[in-house]
T-cell receptor
Framework: DGGITQSPKYLFRKEGQNVTLSCEQN?????MYWYRQDPGQGLRLIYY???????QKGDIAEGYSVSREKKESFPLTVTSAQKNPTAFYLC??????????????FGDGTRLSIL | SQQGEEDPQALSIQEGENATMNCSYK?????LQWYRQNSGRGLVHLIL?????REKHSGRLRVTLDTSKKSSSLLITASRAADTASYFC??????????????FGEGTQLTVNP
């Protein structure tokens, strides 16, 4: 079954620590995305990538970093510079086709909390 | 401010009733999409409507788009307890340099009581 796998499901961060959230897809999608969701709110875009070895900042990139070394993988690092990291993090992917704005497929998220 | 804003923020209905959620947006779009999110899970794509379309159906879902008013509505007919979830609209903004980037609204929390 094709899909997006996010791990871990729950993650705890200590003060001053960097943590990395994993996102893997086997849908052969070119584009991948990271969103942050705070309780009762919508999704805010952190970073996105449309091709391997290239990525762009979204609306709230400060305190986060990403890499895209393989098509299937788009890990997100929450750095110690992100002072309020507690949130639900969602990874998504989509094809890049002739038509813009393709539907996105989502993983089941990682919930990050501060210890 | 958000490109997409849903209304109402929360909606509670009885099983069998219809549920209507609205989404307004600010700038011209190429398409508008609706997603569903069950508690603690990822979003699931429900339906996409293009800017040159006015209405679309998928099973018990009906979506309308009024580009003159910059608004869309999602109607779920004959609702079931399993429809309980948050529903989000997302837009692909015309002129967006990224061909794939969507902007999400803040969602409507729908509760269907058995």
């Amino acid at each position: 079954d094709g899909g997006i796998t996010q791990s871990p499901k729950y993650l705890f961060r200590k003060e001053g620590q960097n943590v990395t959230l994993s996102c893997e897809q086997n849908l052969n999608h070119d584009a991948m995305y990271w969103y942050r969701q705070d309780p009762g709110q919508g999704l805010r875009l952190i970073y996105y990538s449309q091709i391997v070895n290239d990525f762009q900042k979204g609306d709230i990139a400060e305190g986060y970093s990403v890499s895209r070394e393989k098509k299937e993988s788009f890990p997100l690092t929450v750095t110690s510079a992100q002072k309020n990291p507690t949130a639900f993090y969602l990874c998504a992917s989509s094809i890049i086709g002739r038509e813009v704005g393709q539907p996105q497929h989502f993983g089941d998220g990682t919930r990050l909390s501060i210890l | 401010s958000q490109q997409g804003e849903e209304d109402p923020q929360a909606l509670s209905i009885q099983e069998g009733e219809n549920a209507t959620m609205n989404c307004s947006y600010k700038t011209s779009i190429n398409n508008l999409q609706w997603y569903r999110q069950n508690s603690g899970r990822g979003l699931v794509h429900l339906i996409l409507i293009r800017s040159n379309e006015r209405e679309k159906h998928s099973g018990r879902l009906r979506v309308t788009l009024d580009t003159s008013k910059k608004s869309s509505s999602l109607l779920i007919t004959a609702s079931r307890a399993a429809d309980t979830a948050s529903y989000f609209c997302a837009t692909h903004v015309k002129g967006e340099t990224s061909g794939s980037r969507l902007t999400f609204g803040e969602g409507t929390q729908l509760t269907v009581n058995p």
